[in-house]
């Protein structure tokens, strides 16, 4: 894939050989249409994953179920067409992709599915959206890339990261009055719904499940930062998204053996249960995560999460004609907050790569540190960097 792609965060996996122009191209369509059909598997995911829930499916047993899927249908062609592709196991191997598992799946779903269960599928999506600006934040705390301020890129990342920080803490603080919604949300859901898993709303915590919601972006950002290091030394997509999805099951698996005792919760009632977790397995875990851990590799992290207001948008759309989802100020204005955020962090990209290419020509720039481009820092450190470091 061209450099022009990889450039979205200063650094990536050898380009592949050869093609010209037009394989470029080619091969850039193929990773936004990727992206494009992601964000929608992972927005019909968070209505799924909230339909759920109203039914009275446990935060352990969901997971659980989901990442045994994921894995029953991710191994065996990981084991299959990466067979030569495959590095020998070593024990680094295991421990890295032990943490992956913990950070990307066991914490992630977990803050996820708690702060679902007291806000909504839309600010769920919206916060998300923080994603890229705390990825870049995490990478410039670590030393792995470079901020600096007397550049426009470097300027424009930092106030995307604090606009981000603003609109996540407006929606955490301030939900408001809702301001949109369908006269009257669907009640088919609700209805199969028992006793004890509708609850009651006044237990439900707006505030808590925002901070939960943070603890699921904080996650998932630190997933894909250490996830594009972990691809640079064992090459095989498939593998890893396999290696992960089994830890992360014996992990909630050890949860669930201390937490959730309760038999009868492991029991699926009703063919909408069975239809929730087979979609959050199949298309949210097992298909996204390959098509994710793909385009981690061939555009890198930032490139990722760059994507994620498309998925607001058709979360919003669906929440609305399916759950009679309502809107609330507060909500609206963080997500405004974070997708401006959001944007100010991909034109310093943009601006970042923009002077690597005339740098790559020979072209001087007249702004300071120009000789001294963060993008000699790639956002993701090299195999020899992290061999040399360890």
């Known amino acids: 894939m061209g450099d022009d792609v990889r450039g979205l965060h200063g650094g990536g996996a050898a380009t592949t050989g050869g093609g010209g122009p037009a394989a470029a191209k080619t091969e850039r369509a193929r990773l936004h249409v990727a992206m494009l059909a992601l964000q929608l598997g992972y927005a019909g995911f968070h ?25 029953c249908l991710l191994a065996p062609f990981a084991y ?8 020998a196991m070593t024990p680094g191997f295991l421990l890295q992709f032990f943490l992956l598992a913990l950070c990307g799946i066991t914490t992630n779903q ?7 269960d007291n806000t909504s599928p839309t600010f769920a999506s919206a916060i998300q959206n923080s994603v890229p600006a705390i990825t870049f934040a995490m990478a410039a705390a670590l030393g792995i890339e470079r901020v600096r301020l007397r550049r426009r890129d470097g300027l424009a990342k930092a106030a995307g990261t604090l606009l981000c920080v603003a609109g996540a803490t407006v929606i955490t603080l301030f939900k408001g009055p809702a301001v949109f919604g369908p006269a ?22 707006w505030a808590l499940g925002c901070v939960y919601l943070m603890g699921h972006c904080l996650s998932w950002s630190g997933w894909l930062v ?3 290091p972990v691809l640079k030394r064992y090459p095989a997509r498939l593998s890893v998204t396999s290696y992960t999805c089994f830890f992360g099951l014996l992990q909630f698996l050890a949860i669930a053996a201390v937490v959730e005792r309760d038999a009868a919760a492991w029991t699926l009632t009703s063919g909408s249960e069975l239809l929730t977790i087979l979609y959050a397995g ?39 004609l399916l759950l009679g989802e309502q809107f609330y100020l507060g909500g609206i204005m963080g997500a405004v907050l974070i997708i401006a955020g959001l944007y ?19 072209v001087c720039d007249d702004e300071p540190d120009a000789a001294a481009s963060c993008l000699k820092q790639p956002l993701l450190p090299s195999p020899a960097t992290l061999e040399s470091a360890v």
């Open 184 to 205: 009257a949300a669907v009640v088919t859901v609700t209805a199969v719904a028992p006793p004890q898993a509708a609850g009651n709303n006044s237990s439900k915590s």
């Open 47 to 71: 209505v799924v994953s909230r339909l759920a829930l109203n039914m009275g499916v446990s935060k352990l047993v969901f997971p659980v179920y989901r990442n045994l899927i994921a894995l």
């Open 226 to 228: 250490l996830q594009a």
């Open 344 to 362: 100010l962090v991909l034109w310093g990209k943009s601006e970042e790569r923009a002077l690597a290419a005339k740098q790559a020509a020979g």
């Open 110 to 116: 977990s803050f996820y599915l708690l702060g679902l």
């Open 282 to 320: 199949l298309v949210a875990s097992g298909v996204a995560f390959a098509v994710q851990t793909w385009c981690i590799d061939r555009g890198g992290p930032v490139f990722v999460a760059v994507y994620q207001p498309v998925q607001t948008l058709l979360v919003a759309v669906m929440a609305s």
């Open 80 to 87: 299959f067409l990466e067979r030569k592709d495959r590095p």
